[in-house]
Nanobody, 122 residues
Framework: QVQLVESGGGSVQDGGSLRLSCAAS????????VAWFRQAPGNEREFVGN????????YYADSVKGRFTISRDDAKNTVYLQMNSLKPEDTAVYYC???????????????WGQGTQVTVST
């Protein structure tokens, strides 16, 4: 059974930073693609970025590129989302999700965490 637990959310001011964690169990992140998504009230869920098993391979949405960084700690089986220069429009519930690393681009993510709230005030 795969379980993903996000943590690290909170409230920060415009320009602040947060680091979110996604602790995985039941599947190793080293053999997985782990993605971050976010969803703001009234909006569709949007892709933030992901990290893949084939070395240091990350991809980010244009909206967060240059501000957010995804990293991993294999020993802790945890993926992180470092968020810098946060903006009010980054306010959302952030979710991590996982799929097998060999899944093709666009394949659905199999497992999802419960989400953690990030609020950025003006």
């Amino acid at each position: 059974q795969v379980q993903l637990v996000e943590s690290g959310g909170g409230s920060v001011q415009d320009g602040g930073s947060l680091r979110l964690s996604c602790a995985a169990s039941g599947r190793t992140i080293s053999s997985s693609t782990v993605a971050w998504f976010r969803q703001a009230p009234g909006n569709e869920r949007e892709f933030v970025g992901n990290i893949r098993w084939s070395g240091v391979s990350t991809y980010y949405a244009d909206s967060v590129k240059g501000r957010f960084t995804i990293s991993r700690d294999d020993a802790k089986n945890t993926v992180y989302l470092q968020m810098n220069s946060l903006k009010p429009e980054d306010t959302a519930v952030y979710y991590c999700a996982m799929r097998k690393a060999y899944a093709g681009a666009g394949a659905p993510y199999d497992d999802w965490g419960q989400g953690t709230q990030v609020t950025v005030s003006t």
